[in-house]
């Protein structure tokens, strides 16, 4: 039923065998706090739903506090403290962080706040739905206090890169009466420990400052705030002209000053919890501050004064570039980021956060990390990753991102000769700063299965589990989703495991390998093969292919410079085409397609073989999981079929119209005779 895909991981599917695990479950539930927009009651709530689920087993809510034998405690640690007067045996815990224990025959589910305890309950639920009933006593605190998603949905209700429907927030310019949805979605956030929500596209519709449209998002606010979700917002930086009646939209002018400082207090009115604002500024024809020729962090400043007084936080993005000219061999919008943050080091307020897309062009699906995480000492960040597939295949192709993050999180960029590694630049950790963390953009719609695909849900999951502890290893990770969402069969397990490790390999290979970029049309709806639509235009995603060579030239000695913004270690590696990795040879070097790689392979004959070998595996996938038939609900099952089973045949469409392309460019046939006439 359409609740499989709804419910997505938290499912609670009954566990068949339970008996035999000898399981003796609370017969009570103790919240220490009741009152109902709260995270601790919203978790009680959810253990009686959960426990129920899994072992049809009622559990009441008590308040005999007294009585804690055979109960789960949930609540504080302070209203335990207060309630039981032994605080003392909590381990000390960070914000936002719990403790689980389920040694004795009371199990405590404590949390530093209230959205902690709510996680203690969603990761106690985890286990036992996975089988798991050990007994732990487990601290968990998160690496990062910012763990926001973002939402590109318009006020009409479109959602710009939404592959999922319509929005669950917006219709015809305002907030939509019905908002079960929005707390289905808070319940799967909260449920992997998200935090935030910017609820309208970064490209922001004015008229969401209507005083109607604040109290909409008012309503919207009170969905989330039981499942310890704050909400802020994107803003359109020319609001005072637009719709405030000023003539201006100076950063520096009173008029601009006291006209945000009178939207932020109307929406604090409303949302004594609100989060704050995203901004875009000066970028894909948004307005910003350079209209004036005040700076970005004037432009980001200008919000944090605003927000300060209630401690909300300004996301201001470093996605900022300008068109170029592709006859200019040393421009490069790779360059961008750092060139425009840079020198503002230091400038941005304590509660701005500049948010920072993993590479520096714009999610391809292989990006070197982005300099700018190893140019800022002194300026709070935040990475920026896209759930939603846009140039990875829109939810139509299985690409499982985890190990795609992975590569810019745990990526060491030894600042200082220091171990620097992005996970550790995002948390604060490395540079000392109060704030930081990350965001993605999701855009759920009202499609049943939420993204589009069942299978892309484990990207939101990932997502969540990654924010909260970088360390985690993908497959783990992902493991944990497939039992949650189809179960515990171990082919079921392992058949789903090896189609997602193995989907954003092979989406590299047949979409864009050796860092050359996804060879999408980027000019459209970055889908399907247009690898010709790259080049002579001012996007500057180009892979400069010409009859006999291909590949951007960014080194320092005879490109654009771009490998000279990273710290010496990481420079010399990309200067130096022998020590630059193949999978981003393209993205630093400019070289002949008869070049040879360190596989051995030439980079023509690399690009035939890559793009056989990557449809070949898309296509296995649709046997894999026919294999899994009659193990997964049919609705599920055949929904998935149909999405692989045009993979399958969306990849061979890649494989051959970029092979074509490049052997029509190159003359250069492919040894294997499989590419051109023959
Ligand atoms: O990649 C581009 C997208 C735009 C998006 C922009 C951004 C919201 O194609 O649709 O605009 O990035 O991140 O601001």
């Not at 429907?165 to 707390?183: A, E, P, Q, Y």
């Not at 082919?491 to 090896?498: D, G, Q, S």
Request: with cysteine.
């Amino acid at each position: 039923t359409a609740e499989n895909g709804q419910n997505a991981w938290l499912r609670y599917a009954p566990l068949r065998s339970v008996n035999s695990y000898n399981l003796s479950l609370a017969s009570n539930i103790i919240a220490l706090n009741t009152s109902k927009s709260s995270p601790v009651y919203t978790a009680s709530l959810e253990l009686q739903k959960g426990i129920q689920s899994i072992f049809s087993q009622a559990v009441k809510e008590s308040d005999e506090i007294h009585q804690a034998a055979s109960s789960l405690i949930v609540g504080t640690v302070d209203d335990y403290s207060h309630v039981y007067g032994n605080g003392n045996d909590v381990p000390d815990l960070e914000e936002d962080g719990f403790w689980l224990n389920t040694e004795g025959e009371t199990v405590k589910i404590l949390g530093q706040n209230e959205r902690g305890a709510l996680y203690g309950a969603f990761e106690y639920l985890s286990m036992l739905a996975q089988g798991d009933f050990s007994h732990i006593s487990s601290v968990n605190n998160p690496n990062q206090p910012i763990r926001w998603v973002n939402q590109w949905d318009n006020m009409d209700g479109s959602i710009e890169r939404g592959y999922g429907g319509s929005s669950i927030f917006f219709n015809n310019g305002g907030i939509v009466d019905d908002l079960t949805r929005v707390s289905e979605y808070a319940r799967l956030l909260a449920s992997i420990r998200v935090n935030g929500i910017i609820v309208n596209n970064v490209n922001a519709n004015v008229s969401l400052l209507s005083p109607q449209n604040i109290q909409g998002l008012g309503r919207i606010a009170d969905v989330f705030r039981p499942y310890g979700i704050q909400v802020g917002i994107s803003l359109n930086f020319a609001s005072p002209t637009a719709i405030g009646g000023l003539t201006t939209f100076d950063p520096l002018d009173s008029g601009v000053i006291s006209f945000w400082t009178n939207i932020t207090d109307q929406l604090y009115q409303r949302i004594p919890d609100f989060a704050g604002y995203l901004v875009k500024a000066d970028s894909e024809g948004q307005p910003g501050p350079l209209t004036y020729n005040r700076t970005l962090a004037d432009g980001a400043n200008l919000f944090a004064k605003a927000l300060n007084p209630y401690n909300g936080v300004v996301m201001f993005r470093a996605f900022v570039y300008n068109q170029l000219n592709e006859s200019d061999w040393k421009a490069d919008r790779a360059n961008a980021a750092v060139q425009f943050f840079k020198p503002l080091d230091g400038k941005f307020a304590n509660n701005v956060v500049v948010q920072i897309k993993y590479g520096p062009i714009d999610f391809q699906v292989r990006e070197p990390t982005s300099p700018l995480f190893s140019n800022l000492y002194n300026t709070n960040t935040a990475i920026e990753l896209e759930v939603t597939q846009e140039y990875l295949g829109q939810q139509c192709h299985l690409v499982y991102l985890a190990p795609l993050w992975k590569t810019v999180l745990d990526f060491d960029l030894r600042v200082g000769q220091k171990a620097s590694k992005v996970s550790d630049i995002i948390s604060g950790e490395r540079f000392n700063r109060p704030l930081g963390g990350s965001a993605a953009v999701v855009n759920v719609g009202t499609n049943a299965t939420w993204l589009g695909s069942h299978m892309a849900m484990s990207n939101l999951y990932a997502y969540g589990r990654l924010a909260w502890d970088p360390s985690k290893d993908s497959q783990n990770i992902l493991q944990d989703w497939i039992r949650l969402t189809f179960g515990l069969a171990s082919e079921v397990l392992n058949t789903i495991t090896k189609m997602s490790m193995e989907s954003w390999p092979a989406y590299e290979q047949y979409s864009g390998n050796l860092g050359i970029q996804t060879l999408t049309d980027i000019t459209g709806n970055h889908y399907g093969p247009n690898p010709q639509s790259q080049d002579n235009n001012g996007w500057g995603q180009w892979t400069r292919a010409d009859k006999k060579t291909i590949g951007m030239d960014r080194t320092v000695w005879n490109g654009t410079g771009y490998s000279g913004t990273y710290p010496p270690e990481i420079a010399s590696m990309y200067e130096d085409i022998s020590t630059t990795p193949d999978n981003l040879l393209l993205w630093f070097h400019h070289v002949n397609y008869t070049h040879i790689l360190h596989s051995g392979d030439t980079v023509i004959q690399y690009f035939y073989n890559a793009h056989y070998s990557g449809a070949e595996t898309a296509q296995a996938f649709v046997k894999l999981w026919e294999s899994l038939k009659g193990k997964i609900d049919a609705e599920r099952y055949e929904q998935v079929l149909y999405r692989q089973t045009y993979q399958a045949g969306h990849s061979i469409v890649w494989r051959d119209a970029i092979s074509n392309f490049y052997w029509n460019l190159s003359g250069i046939p492919d040894e294997a005779k499989r590419v051109g006439n023959h």
